[in-house]
């Protein structure tokens, strides 16, 4: 293989891409080195299994993968702007909307949030770290490592081009043969592992770790939709590993699953795919609809309305999201049976959700509303989401869908659900929980600037796009007709607003750090759980004395009585786990592993597999017991952080 | 908890690690249930598609099969004497049942080897239809899964020699055990919803 084949060439978009790889790079290594920071970001980060540091790589992470996925967004929009552009062409336009849905959902969505899951649980439940902290660290290196495989696509190999849902025959060795659709399929393997480990480590870590006294029907909300969304990932991602796994062996070793020699099957991709692909839409939603949950109670001064439906009808979602999935491909042909029980099953969970819908707008009745920016986001959530699930109720009817399907109303539809429910709670989680982050609030200024330019966007791109599909605009054409030109052209400028409001949020981010007040009290919105019950920075280990859980709204009930959870007679030492680079060497062996799959480099991925597996071995040698904390150290860092250092002289 | 309590449960579960580990490890299970049910179900769909290659009914023979299920039924036996000798806090016999365990599954794993070269010297491989496709990854699944569980075992075998019976070393036994259990009750169903089935149809 010649260098010309293993990299991209011939593009001037992806030469520019090259270039900006490289100076983005050389300026890192170039600031490490000239500050000296190498040791402090291998001790401090990439050895961490401290699950509030995991919890920051992964948000910053997915922010750089919204980043890049939105920059894929706005090239698409560009193209459509105008009939008969040619910014792109057919090939790049293919490989761009590919690799848009694939990193927004697996690379920005799931990541973002289990940042926030990392951050915020054990917080919330009173626990000092995950039940496997190692565990978390390989999951975090699992995904990022898959990140980064699927990403340098496409400047080495080419990427892929059958679409997010790589369908079969397309997406098999007879039509895609290259190493581009391999990119896909390692590159989700890789994270996909570790999605599947964070799933079993959040739900052991939320069974077995609670704090006394909180039984299942106290835990914050926000735990709940985490417990239920591990639950879906645990019983989904072994699907999508499965059909994954498959169409590997397909195109590298000649299998004939889903092919169209040998008497394979191409639909059965699409089942397996949605099998796994529908649960995974509540994967991003549910944990979405938790942190609207906190935020919209928090800020309404109220008891979240209905708290025990809000979780029946989590249960409820979650149970139904594994029966819906052949509505992704009515036209199929399964016959009008088959379309109907699966029209009825999805037109179902319209129902919880509408509970749910009805519960925030109970919480906010006749309360006294404040208007941060987190809780803006989460009141432009609710209608917004509503008109994505209610067109989502019209593509459930199976004799309409064969209209709408493959159309962009379908495009509207899900891009409604998605980004006014996921994107929208991913910033309102992130401004809420970003104090006990980084220890200072986000400037409400910009925040706000940034929020009505993101929603004012968003619904210019994406109301058009609902038109533009009742107008015949097929999805995946890079061409538009004259006819579509308005209303796209519409859509493009609404696009644009969004990358700017994105851009001001990230600006926000940096202002904030130079300019906002560094925040003491721990608890900045006069929140409820017991997240807000720790200082602010939250030291290593979360709680030096864990608290005792009476009700739900545990801290807005000690705040209320006047009590803390700190209680200096109670200190005990703290056990705390040492930090750990295998994760890391382990997963970029693994990624190393992939990468050699891709190009089908047998051998080389067998000395990977081998590498990896003697890692695991020598975890399972390795006796490490963690070191304790010791009382004297917890006052030390307890009476700093609560502002009586003087006392301890 | 009183201390008659802690003398009732056994020696694994007797720290939040070791209760946190193997409930942990059962939902493990459960995920790897899932994967298996989605393999079986690719098998269910893809039966019968066997393009030109010979039928299974043609190369399945029930005696092969029949002695391999009875050396994996008698090594979840032993496995399960293992971890009675471990609660009873005997290294030496617990050793001993692992060492049977361990050397049952080699056994099947060269009989289930043997199989395999045995099909495709017939000509019916990986490549060779659809059919042949899902036999093959649901089979070679639950092989490699019990090479892995073999490879596991045996480094633990070293651990319990240098370190007896600790609260972590019968945690990671006990745990193993689950697994070695659970590829069991995979195989029963590969043995009679794959070969008795494939064999009279």
């Known amino acids: 293989m010649g260098l010309d084949e293993f990299f991209v060439t011939g593009e001037p978009l992806i030469y520019a891409g090259m270039v900006a790889i490289v100076l983005v790079s050389g300026a890192i290594i170039f600031l490490l080195t000239y500050f000296k920071k190498w040791k402090w970001l291998w001790r401090e980060w990439l050895t961490s299994v401290d699950h509030k540091k995991i919890g920051i790589m992964y948000i910053l992470s997915a922010l750089a993968m919204l980043f890049r996925a939105g920059t894929d967004a706005l090239m698409m929009r560009t193209q459509l702007a105008f009939p008969d552009m040619n910014f792109l062409d057919a090939q790049h336009y293919n490989e761009i909307f590919t690799t848009h849905g694939t990193i927004m959902i697996f690379f920005m969505a799931m990541p973002f949030l289990i940042g926030l899951m990392n951050i915020v649980v054990p917080l919330q439940i009173g626990a000092r770290d995950f039940a496997f902290p190692y565990v978390n660290a390989l999951s975090f290196w699992s995904f990022f490592f898959g990140a980064m495989l699927f990403n340098v696509s496409f400047v080495i190999g080419g990427s892929p081009d059958a679409g997010w849902t790589s369908y079969t025959p397309l997406a098999g060795a007879a039509m895609s043969p290259g190493p581009g659709q391999n990119f896909y399929l390692l590159g989700l393997q890789l994270s996909g592992i570790g999605t599947l480990a964070t799933g079993i480590n959040l739900m052991v870590t939320i069974l077995k770790m609670r704090a006394p006294g909180m039984t299942l029907f106290k835990m914050p909300i926000f735990t709940w939709s985490t417990l239920i969304t591990s639950f879906i990932i645990t019983f989904a991602f072994p699907i999508l590993t499965v059909a994954l796994a498959l169409m590997t062996v397909d195109r590298i070793f000649g299998s004939q699953f889903f092919t169209l020699t040998g008497e394979g099957l191409p639909m059965m991709w699409a089942n397996l795919f949605w099998m796994w692909g529908h649960p995974e839409v509540y994967i991003v939603i549910l944990p979405a609809f938790g942190i609207f949950s906190e935020v919209i109670a928090t800020f309404a001064k109220k008891r979240l309305f209905g708290y025990n439906v809000m979780v029946w009808s989590l249960i409820l979602i979650a149970g139904l999201s594994f029966l819906v999935w052949v509505h992704h491909f009515f036209t199929m042909g399964a016959g009008a049976f088959v379309n109907s029980v699966f029209s009825v099953s999805t037109m179902a969970i319209a129902v919880p959700t509408g509970v749910k819908i009805f519960n925030w707008l109970a919480t906010l009745y006749k309360s006294k509303i404040k208007t941060t920016t987190a809780m803006m986001w989460a009141l432009a959530f609710i209608p917004s989401f509503t008109i994505g699930g209610i067109t989502g109720v019209m593509l459930g009817m199976a004799a309409a869908d064969y209209q709408f399907h493959n159309s962009y109303f379908l495009i509207a539809h899900f891009h409604y659900v998605l980004v006014a429910g996921t994107v929208f709670g991913c910033f309102a989680g992130l401004v809420y929980w970003y104090p006990k982050m980084f220890g200072h609030t986000l400037n409400e200024r910009i925040g706000k600037w940034s929020f009505w330019l993101f929603v004012i966007g968003f619904h210019v791109c994406f109301l058009p796009q609902y038109f533009l599909g009742l107008d015949g605009m097929p999805r995946r054409v890079f061409h538009v007709v004259p006819e579509w030109f308005n209303l796209n052209v519409i859509s493009t400028i609404g696009a644009f607003g969004m990358g700017l409001g994105f851009a001001v949020f990230v600006y926000n981010i940096y202002y904030s750090y130079r300019h906002s007040e560094r925040e003491k009290t721990g608890d900045p919105w006069d929140a409820r759980t017991l997240e807000w019950a720790t200082t602010t920075p939250v030291p290593e280990y979360n709680f030096a004395v864990i608290p005792h859980v009476k009700s739900h709204d545990a801290y807005w009930d000690m705040k209320q009585k006047g009590e803390t959870i700190y209680d200096e007679s109670k200190l005990e030492p703290i056990h705390m786990p040492n930090s750990t680079g295998r994760p890391f060497i382990m997963m970029a062996i693994l990624a190393f592993t992939g990468f050699a799959l891709v190009f089908e480099w047998i051998w080389l991925a067998v000395a990977g597999l081998i590498g990896a597996l003697v890692i695991m071995g020598i975890r399972s040698f390795d006796y490490d017991e963690g070191y304790h904390i010791s009382v004297e150290d917890i006052k030390r860092t307890e009476r700093s952080a609560r502002g009586q250092s003087h006392e301890l002289r | ?201």
């Open chain 2, 1 to 201: 908890m009183s201390s008659d309590e802690m003398n009732v449960k056994p020696l694994e579960y007797q720290t939040e690690d070791g209760q946190m580990s193997i409930v942990g490890f059962w939902i493990f299970l459960a995920a790897e249930v899932v994967l298996f049910a989605t393999l079986f179900a690719t098998y269910a769909v893809l039966f019968g598609r066997y393009s030109d290659a010979p039928v299974p009914g043609n190369l399945f023979e029930a005696k092969s099969t029949l002695v391999m299920t009875l050396i994996l039924l008698t090594s979840s036996f032993t496995c399960g004497v293992a971890v009675f000798e471990m609660r009873r806090g005997s290294v030496k016999s617990l050793l001993i049942w692992l060492i049977i365990t361990l050397a049952l599954g080699l056994s099947f794993l060269g009989f289930e080897i043997s199989e395999f070269m045995h099909y495709a010297g017939e000509g019916a491989t990986l490549q060779s239809s659809a059919y042949w496709s899902a036999f093959f990854i649901l089979a070679g699944t639950h092989g490699v899964h019990v090479t892995f569980g073999i490879g596991w075992l045996m480094m633990l075998l070293i651990q319990l020699a240098r370190r007896g019976i600790t609260s972590v070393t019968s945690r990671k036994i006990f745990i193993i055990g689950l697994y070695w259990h659970f590829l069991d009750v995979v195989w029963i169903f590969i043995f009679t919803g794959v070969y008795l089935i494939g064999m009279v149809v």
